[in-house]
């Protein structure tokens, strides 16, 4: 089964940019993921679909949420940070029997 | 406007029963693969069960496995997790999503909250 491995945490100054990276199992490297953001108390709210080459942004997502890929790894950049973007950032995957969700990272905005 | 409503968390005792539901409206229920995804407290995301769009295609996490059993009346666009032999460790938020195939959830309902304890 695919395992994702996130960093615990990032952080970053108001208006700049961070990078949040999941790692997907090596045989699993191929598969596409799902960003989803957590803000504190509130249910998770998805943010995009990315595979190894392109991303989809959910409906009413901001154009400073994107996506890139490099090998097993999948990132999630957030650039002109907004105090409201602090909050837990999760990556999903989807196999044939099971779904996954890696640890979190937790976005702190400085 | 999709929206996924959750109900019928609580208080329970170990060794317990509880159903939760999951409301969808917004969309073609019938159409969409649904989820369950829970998050004990202070803890991250942990996948529940899935469910394909005719209720015939099911899989749930080896935790939950012979212990909780999803399903969904698409007449009611309600999804369901039925939870028996519950456990302490069974205590956590519980949240529906509509799944993208072959991704995730692309929606999330506002949760509900189940607390296993004597």
């Known amino acids: 089964q695919p395992v994702l491995t996130q960093s615990s945490s990032a952080s970053a100054s108001l208006g700049s940019s961070v990078k949040v990276t999941c790692t997907l199992s090596?045989?699993?490297?191929?598969?596409?993921i799902a960003w989803h953001q957590q803000q504190p108390g509130k249910a998770p709210r998805y943010l995009m679909r990315l595979d190894s080459g392109r991303y989809s942004r959910g409906g009413g997502v901001p154009d400073r949420f994107s996506g890139s890929s490099s090998g097993a790894d999948r990132y999630l950049t957030i650039s002109s940070l907004q105090f409201e973007d602090e909050a837990d950032y999760y990556c999903e995957t989807w196999d044939s029997n099971i779904q996954v969700f890696g640890g979190g990272t937790k976005v702190t905005v400085l | 406007e999709v929206q996924l409503v959750e109900s019928g968390g609580g208080l329970v005792q170990p060794g317990g029963s509880l159903r939760l539901s999951c409301a969808a409206s917004g969309f073609t229920f019938s159409n969409y693969w649904m989820q369950w995804v829970r998050q004990a407290p202070g803890k991250g995301l942990v996948w529940v069960s899935r469910?394909?769009?005719?209720?015939?295609?099911?899989r749930s996490a080896d935790s939950v496995k012979g212990r909780f059993t999803i399903s969904r009346d698409n007449a009611k666009n309600t999804l369901y997790l039925h939870m028996n032999s519950l456990r302490a460790e069974d205590t956590a938020v519980y949240y529906c999503a509509r799944s993208l195939l072959g991704v995730g959830g692309d929606y999330w309902g506002q949760g509900a909250l189940v607390t296993v304890s004597a």
């Open positions: 090596s045989e699993h490297s191929g598969y596409t």
């Open positions: 469910i394909s769009d005719d209720g015939n295609n099911i």
